[in-house]
């Protein structure tokens, strides 16, 4: 039968366990946890299989957005056919995605209260994106080759952290 979406991985920002456990006693503001840079950063593997592995569309993961890096240094260029490699990184991957086969079709999307960008480095190369589909948040879609992708979200400024989603979809 099917498989199951796996995830593996730990954490990079230890103050993000910290500050969800006192959102129930404390309400902090989406502009006060900017400022405050991470200690490490959230990591999470995902390994998916073409239609196996969606019975819930769409697939969300959560991390925080930024560093230090340009974009343009991960992607190893300034441009690529999705978009302009804008923004600023973490030098590791704030996700990893393993296909395990080829797909016709996938979109990643982001979603955050402030403007993010988007690095996707992996089989065929690094695509970037900062707007998609006439929207702020950065998103890819199309056919993807079998393989490992590493992703990262960035924010506009050097050293602003912001929460986001990873959305994956099969659904066109």
């Known amino acids: 039968m099917g498989q199951v979406a796996r995830r593996s991985g730990g954490h ?6 910290v500050a969800i456990g006192v959102l129930g006693a404390v309400t902090i503001s989406p502009v006060g946890m900017a400022q405050f840079p991470p200690t490490a950063a959230i990591f999470e593997h995902l390994t998916l299989s073409p239609g196996l592995d969606f019975m819930d569309d769409p697939i969300v993961l ?3 957005s930024g560093g230090s890096l340009p974009a343009r240094a991960v992607a190893g260029r300034r441009d690529t056919p999705t978009g302009a490699c804008l923004g600023f990184v973490e030098r ?3 996700q990893v995605l393993t296909l395990t086969d080829f797909f016709d079709y996938l979109s990643l999307r982001v979603t955050s209260l402030q403007d993010t960008t988007l690095v996707v480095r992996g089989p065929g190369g690094s695509w970037c ?4 589909a006439g929207s702020k948040s950065p998103g890819i879609a199309g056919q993807w080759l079998a393989g490992t992708y590493e992703i990262w979200i ?3 400024q050097d050293g602003d952290y912001h929460p ?7 659904i066109r």
């Open 164 to 170: 986001y989603r990873l959305q994956l979809s099969q």
């Open 154 to 156: 960035g924010s506009y």
């Open 92 to 94: 590791a991957p704030d």
């Open 129 to 132: 994106n900062d707007d998609y």
């Open 62 to 64: 959560q991390g925080v």
């Open 12 to 17: 990079r920002y230890a103050w993000l366990g």
